[in-house]
Every structure is written in C-alpha cells, then in structure tokens.
C-alpha cells in the first residue's frame, strides 16, 4: 500500500467544503484536498484531469503487468517445447474438416 504525503495546508473538513464548496474545487487545480471528518482523513478531491491521468497510469501499469506475465508464460513454454510433441499442419486440418 502506497503512504500518502499529507500536509496540513491540503487538509479540509468535511464542513468547510460544504460552506465553500466552489472555492475548494477551485483549490483542487493547485493539488488534492484531503477531506477530513472528526480529523480523521475520510476522502479526496482532486482536480478531473489529474484523476484522469491516474486512470490512465493505471490502465497503462496494468497492461505493462499482463505483457510480462503473458512473456512469462511463453518463456516457460518455450523452455519445454519438443518438436516432436508439436500437432502438424495436417492434424489440425483433419480436426477443422471433421467440424
């Protein structure tokens, strides 16, 4: 789990962003608003491009995650690969005219 650097001048109550709701989505263009109640941090607002831009890390750390396992699993196929155990041309053609 990733720790979150929070410092006190991006720390808001759930109460002053109902009283300044517009101001503090403004704030958020600057950097994240960490919403507290009974000063425990409870949510963040953050500014829809940056929030874009993680979705999009995201996506693209997953991807990079699935290209190295599906490698993964070639390599591992590759290393135990026979010819001789391979299903030649004409075994998958007599399976592709029995259906």
């Known amino acids: 789990?990733?720790?979150?650097?929070?410092?006190?001048?991006?720390?808001?109550?759930s109460s002053e962003i109902v009283r300044?709701?517009?101001?503090?989505?403004?704030?958020t263009k600057e950097s994240p608003l960490f919403i507290t109640r009974n000063n425990d941090i409870e949510g963040i607002m953050?500014?829809?491009?940056?929030?874009?831009?993680?979705?999009?890390?995201?996506e693209f750390l997953e991807e990079q995650?699935?290209?190295?396992?599906i490698e993964e699993i070639i390599a591992k196929r590759k290393e135990n690969f026979d010819l001789k155990d391979a299903v030649s041309e004409k075994e998958i053609m007599d399976l592709l005219d029995k259906e």
């Open 20 to 27: 300044n709701f517009s101001k503090m989505l403004d704030k």
């Open 65 to 69: 995650l699935e290209d190295a396992h």
């Open 1 to 13: 789990m990733v720790t979150l650097r929070i410092d006190r001048d991006h720390m808001v109550s």
């Open 46 to 58: 953050m500014d829809i491009e940056e929030y874009e831009m993680l979705l999009e890390k995201i």
